[in-house]
Each structure stands twice: as structure tokens, then as C-alpha cells.
Antibody
């Protein structure tokens, strides 16, 4: 079945970096664009980044532009999010989602930025 | 900061019809399709409606949606206790060059 599994979350100090991964299975990963979406504690959904099916196009929310990068390895069915210069405002559950319509979502991985 | 505005809450009794609005602008809803997502506490969101009014396989036809101009709406008919969740609209924004989500609406079944 179609599955997305995020990993890499944890507690990190402000200003440090963290890399999240999303392992995809059950579908042709290389044919679909992929997203990262986050949700701060008690808050709504915030779209973070999008990468096209072949990695040629990348888009970012203003709140993370210049600090986060998105990449994918279609040979390994893996999506990554490199997060640099983290602040407390980046504390959230991070979800990966597949497809133009964000049809399928992973269960999320929690990132806590705290000293 | 969300650019799509939803009412924070909506409620109804079992069997009633509840409608949730989503207000945007010409750069998002006005020029792109709208999706709706359902999220239960502590779980990941689930795609409920795509392309303004299309239901993915498995979504009951009690859920319907529409779009007009720079606004969209989601309707839940025959409200059930299982429908208690948060609902979010979303669309691509041509000015921001990114997706935007609505502020979210919590549906309560009285």
C-alpha cells in the first residue's frame, strides 16, 4: 500500500541544523511531486516546501526560504528536508505528502527547537 | 500566516448540514483549484476534496464542495459524530509561488 514514513526529528538547539527524511513505498515515487507541511503545537497547517517529480523545480514558504532546502533521490524513493539556522518558530510536526493534491500523507516527525 | 480565511468553528446536531467557508483572493482561489483536508486530533491530515469538488475514492458523498470567485465552501450533510475534526482548505498562490492553507475550522457535533 502507499506509504510515507518520516524520520529525523528530535530536539535541537536554536541556530543548529537538522535533516528530515521521508521514505516512500507502494507507488512510483519518481512520478510525483512531493511536499513538506508542518504544524506547530496547537496551530494550523503550514505548507513548507515543494519539489517537482524530477527535482528540477523547488518552491519554499517565505518563512523558511534561504534556510531550508528540499531534495529527493528517486533511486532510493527518498525525500529530504535540510533545515538550517533553526529557531523556536520551527518547532512543529513535519509531514511529507505526495502528489499535486497532497493525496497521501505520512504520520509526521516532531522537531523541537529549544535550548 | 494563513492567507485563506476560515471560521474557527462550526457545529451542528447529528443529521444536520454544516457548511464551512474559505475566503481567499485572486492570486490563490481566484486562479487555482481548491483542496480540502480533514484532520483528527493527533493524526495526519487526509485529502477530502480535490480540484474544487472532486472526492477521492472512499470519501462519502456526504462531503461536497464548491468554488465561486475567490471563495470556496465545504458542506457536510447528514452530520455524524465521526465528522468531528479540523478541516482545512488549501490552494496554490501565484503571488507567493507556494501553497497556502486556510486557518482551519473545528467541526463539533452537538
Amino acid at each position: 500500500q502507499v506509504q510515507l514514513v518520516e524520520s529525523g526529528g528530535g530536539v535541537v538547539q536554536p541556530g543548529r541544523s537538522l535533516r528530515l527524511s521521508c521514505a516512500a513505498s507502494g507507488f512510483t515515487f519518481s512520478s510525483y511531486s512531493m511536499h513538506w507541511v508542518r504544524q506547530a503545537p496547537g496551530k494550523g497547517l503550514e505548507w513548507v516546501a515543494l519539489i517537482s517529480f524530477d527535482g528540477s523545480y523547488k518552491y519554499f514558504a517565505d518563512s523558511v526560504k534561504g534556510r531550508f532546502t528540499i531534495s529527493r533521490d528517486n533511486s532510493k524513493n527518498r525525500l529530504d528536508l535540510q533545515m538550517n539556522s533553526l529557531t523556536a518558530e520551527d518547532t512543529a510536526v513535519y509531514y511529507c505528502a505526495s502528489g499535486t493534491n497532497m493525496d497521501v500523507w505520512g504520520k509526521g516527525t516532531t522537531v523541537t527547537v529549544s535550548s | 500566516q494563513s492567507v485563506l480565511t476560515q471560521p474557527p468553528s462550526a457545529s451542528g446536531t447529528p443529521g444536520q448540514r454544516v457548511t464551512i467557508s474559505c475566503s481567499g483572493s485572486s492570486s490563490n482561489i481566484g486562479s487555482n483549484t481548491v483542496n480540502w483536508y480533514q484532520q483528527f486530533p493527533g493524526t495526519a491530515p487526509k485529502l477530502l476534496i480535490y480540484a474544487n469538488k472532486q472526492r477521492p475514492s472512499g470519501v462519502p458523498d456526504r462531503f461536497s464542495a464548491s468554488k465561486s470567485g475567490t471563495s470556496a465552501s465545504l458542506a457536510i450533510s447528514g452530520l455524524q459524530s465521526d465528522d468531528e475534526a479540523d478541516y482545512y482548505c488549501a490552494a496554490w498562490d501565484d503571488s507567493l509561488n507556494g501553497h497556502v492553507f486556510g486557518t482551519g475550522t473545528k467541526v463539533t457535533v452537538l
